[in-house]
């Protein structure tokens, strides 16, 4: 038993989201391929009389500090896991990761509590029994526990890593207040209906990762990558990305921004508002942000790299 165990977990930024038709169970069947990315949350645990969340950072307050947080709900379903009584834990969270951003926050949170209790406790969960607590907690938990690049298949909790050939640059341009993922997947789904195709999974072809994709990530080629991740008539790898603008119309000026500053391709993270660009070199990154801040289309903009490995405990 140590006294205080700290966590550091990262963001992700999904290089392919397929999201197929709507299943009967609700869910949309996926091929997400994930990239973790050098924006982090720490996640501290240390012990207390009864289960309490903190957070810091700049959208603190939008964390939820109650049983609805997905580190408290992981830190439950350890104890649970182990036949312990109801966890006495304080889990601070360090949040660095934009919320409600489409970058993981709270899964990364998830898998951050999940590594922190197991080592405050001296559970010692195996790595599969740790990664199915994950894939209960939500579709991307897994993933943060993993690290790296991965191909996700079924909700996307279904992993087979990915080899990456090399470092890539991207900037990150986080926007002011979040999107509910929800609200987006019923958009996506609505603006199918609307085009006429249908939005079920007999109208949606089978969602398949792209293999010029998968080829530019083995081989760490950025500008092979690029032409995966945006066509010039505003195609997407991401299929949400229509949806997140139509709900987020601003969101186009911002991807313009980025791209006219010289980033080889910009996309919408996941369900969203955060835009990612891909750069040449870690100079273009720092210019392209600059020039994002700049435009004023943006809270703030943050270059980093990929591939960032999973949940690390620190201490
Ligand atoms: P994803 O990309 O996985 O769809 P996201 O990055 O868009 O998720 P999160 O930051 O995970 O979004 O937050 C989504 C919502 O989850 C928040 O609005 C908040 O109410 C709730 N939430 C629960 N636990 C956390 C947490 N630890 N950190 C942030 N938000 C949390």
Partial sequence: MTDTVTVRVPAKVNVQLAVGGLRPDGFHGLANVFLAVGLHD?????????????????????????????AARAARALAAHHGLDAPAVHLGL???????????????DA?????????????????????????????DVPFSLLGGAALGRGRGELLTPLAVGGTFHWVFAVAD????????YRECDRLREASGTGATVAAVPEPEPSPALLDALRDGDAAALAASLAGPDGASSNDLQPAALSLRPALADTLKAGTSAGALAGLVSGSGPTCAFLTESAESAASVAESLLASGTCRTARPTTAPAPGATLLS
Avoid at 111 to 139: F, I, K, M
């Fill in 42 to 70: 720490e996640v501290t645990a240390s012990p207390a009389d009864v289960l309490r969340i903190g957070a810091t950072g700049p959208d603190a307050h939008q964390v939820p500090l109650d049983d609805t947080n997905l």
């Fill in 111 to 139: 898998a951050g509590a999940l590594v922190a209790c197991d080592a405050l406790w001296g559970t010692r969960t195996p790595r599969g029994e740790l990664l199915a607590l994950c894939a209960e907690l939500g579709s």
């Fill in 94 to 108: 360090r949040k660095d990761i934009p919320v409600a951003g489409g970058m993981a926050g709270g899964s990364a």
């Fill in 177 to 184: 207040g979040g999107l509910s993922t929800p609200e987006v």
